[in-house]
Nanobody, 127 residues
Framework: VQLQASGGGLVQAGGSLRLSCETS????????IGWFRRAPGKEREGLAC????????YYAESLRGRFTISRDNGKNTIYLQMNGLRPEDTAVYYC?????????????????????WGQGTQVTVSS
């Protein structure tokens, strides 16, 4: 199981970024993929997940509709579209995978529920 997050960078407040999680070495249809972030001095935070068996999604309440998780079936890639970025969104963003046959909500956003992790990508939002 391999995951590679990319797409981070420096953006001004109010801007947008799209992160990509390229997956390989496993059948994505039988896994859930989650996006997480860790800001300096803070605990890792779950943001969104997608259950690829039924294409359901689940989000952290704190995002309030600013982020969207999606899948490109042809590329085995999961995206996180981030709009209305704020300085407090500055963090290292990670994608993670876990075998799962159920809804995204049943998978949830607890980092300890995911066994496979990719390297992070830095997102910095300037004010």
């Amino acid at each position: 199981v391999q995951l590679q997050a990319s797409g981070g960078g420096l953006v001004q407040a109010g801007g947008s970024l799209r992160l990509s999680c390229e997956t390989s070495g496993f059948n994505l249809d039988y896994y859930a993929i989650g996006w997480f972030r860790r800001a300096p001095g803070k605990e890792r935070e779950g943001l969104a997940c997608i259950a690829n068996n039924d294409a359901t999604t689940y989000y952290a309440e704190s995002l309030r509709g600013r982020f969207t998780i999606s899948r490109d079936n042809g590329k085995n890639t999961i995206y996180l579209q981030m709009n209305g970025l704020r300085p407090e969104d500055t963090a290292v963003y990670y994608c993670a995978a876990q075998p799962h046959q159920g809804t995204a909500q049943s998978m949830g956003l607890m980092s300890r529920s995911y066994d496979y992790w990719g390297q992070g990508t830095q997102v910095t939002v300037s004010s």
